[in-house]
């Protein structure tokens, strides 16, 4: 260790975990501009960007027990997704809306992250839902006595929903195996945080008989730590933690939505300077992990995955017309 920051090992996260940590977040944050960029060429009907929140999100899952823990998470964790097992090319099969994307085969609008095989459970578009399903998740996982976490992801808007109430206090008391966190960067849309929140999101959590903690969610090591006590304390069966990310949307809310109308150029330049992944970039040089070449490297491997996930989406079919009441009505035995 050089010049030496070495909190990961403290976290007991080895140099190919910081590597991996570091490539989701690249490939996230490369899917979005090219999906942003797709939209305004009128080849993406509707976009919702994740770039700012790839700390918050690849952090938090980093916690978690692939194929074994469950997750429900919302719109937004594209980066998510990717660190649980989704592939550039899935998340463009989806926003073509083709046969083979993985959440719905073509049939729901982008970003409504579903996979049988990676335990990621469909969300549904009116926000929180997702949060009930993780409690009744979590509920059964505590009946059966199986060896499960289950974490949910939502923003600060979604925290003024009944059903955000409903499953913390549903999951305090049966002391559910679950984990909520909330990637809160501070606009719903275009209604700020000030306007949303009464107090801090992370206190609510006492009424609810469960810790709440803060967390910088531009910061992935932090959003690493506060997750793995939370998951290790839902393990050990001592039930749900409520974990708040503060973070910031570099883009609008979704590709119709106009920021301009609602915050300052100004505040988005300073958000950008905390950049997240330039941030890693720093502890990753810092560490003697990687030098500036191996962080170009990694830079144009990411990028020319993001564009062979393009092209194999483009170059994928739509799904057949005949098709399309599959799943919606029961199927004739
Ligand atoms: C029940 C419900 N009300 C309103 C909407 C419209 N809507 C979609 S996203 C959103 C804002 C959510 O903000 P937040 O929870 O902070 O998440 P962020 O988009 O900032 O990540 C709203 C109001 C909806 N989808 N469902
Ligand atoms: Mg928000």
Not at 98 to 120: V, Y
Not at 191 to 200: I, L, M, P, T, Y
Not at 215 to 220: L, P, R, S
Request: charged share 30%; aromatic share 10%.
């Amino acid at each position: 260790m050089g010049k030496g920051q070495d909190g990961h090992t403290e976290l007991g996260l080895k140099q190919e975990d910081l590597l991996a940590m570091h490539r989701f977040m690249l490939l996230a944050r490369y899917c979005d501009e090219r999906q942003w960029a797709l939209n305004r060429q009128g080849k993406a009907p509707f976009v919702v960007p994740v770039s700012g929140h790839e700390a918050a999100q690849v952090g938090s899952i980093w916690a978690f027990e692939r194929g074994k823990d469950v997750f429900c998470p919302y719109y937004r964790d594209m980066a998510l997704c990717l660190a649980a097992g989704f592939t550039p090319k899935d998340v463009f099969a989806g926003l073509f809306g083709k046969f083979d994307d993985p959440s719905s085969g073509g049939r729901q609008m982008p970003a409504h992250w579903g996979s049988r095989k990676l335990n990621i459970i469909t969300g549904s578009s009116p926000i929180s839902t997702q949060i009930l399903h993780a409690a009744g998740i979590a509920y059964s996982k505590k009946y059966k006595h199986e060896d499960s976490v289950v974490g949910t992801w939502f923003g600060e808007g979604g925290t003024s929903e009944g059903d955000w109430h409903g499953a913390m206090n549903f999951a305090g008391i049966h002391k559910l195996p679950l984990v909520f966190f909330c990637e809160n960067n501070q606009y719903a849309i275009s209604v700020h945080e000030s306007k949303q929140v009464a107090g801090r999101v992370y206190k609510r959590a006492e009424g609810y008989g469960m810790p709440g903690f803060e967390g910088d969610g531009n910061d992935v090591l932090e959003s690493y730590r506060l997750a793995k006590d939370a998951v290790d304390r839902a393990r050990a069966g001592e039930g749900p933690s409520l974990i708040e990310l503060r973070t910031y949307r570099f883009y609008s809310h979704t590709s119709d939505d106009d920021d301009r109308t609602y915050r300052s150029r100004e505040e988005v330049e300073e958000w950008r300077k905390k950049d997240p992944i330039l941030r890693f970039e720093k502890y990753l040089t810092d560490a003697d992990v990687l030098d500036d070449k191996g962080l170009e490297s990694m830079r144009e491997e990411a990028k020319s995955d993001v564009a062979d996930g393009v092209k194999q989406a483009n170059e994928s079919e739509f799904p057949d017309p005949s098709t399309g009441a599959l799943h919606v009505f029961q199927e004739a035995q």
